[in-house]
């Protein structure tokens, strides 16, 4: 699944927790809820999103998340 994931940039949630319902589907990168992903960002198990690249956009750097993916057991 980590094709899936650019090499740089920011990603959204839907690309980070999937979504089964997009045309086409989109594989999750990490699979857990939208809300067990907000609960871990709450607690800092999962990174901080980037509010700042426009009005009601949140994402999150690529960098954070391979490094997140990386430091998970396989």
Aim: no cysteine.
């Amino acid at each position: 699944m980590r094709t899936t994931l650019p090499e740089t940039g920011f990603v959204r949630l839907s690309t980070i927790i999937g979504d089964p319902k997009a045309d086409p589907p989109i594989p999750p990168i990490i699979p857990v809820s939208k809300s067990t992903w907000w609960a871990g960002v709450k607690s800092g198990r999962y990174p901080q999103p980037v509010k700042k690249l426009g009005p009601k956009i949140t994402a999150w750097k690529v960098s954070d998340i391979r490094a997140l993916i990386e430091g998970q057991p396989e």
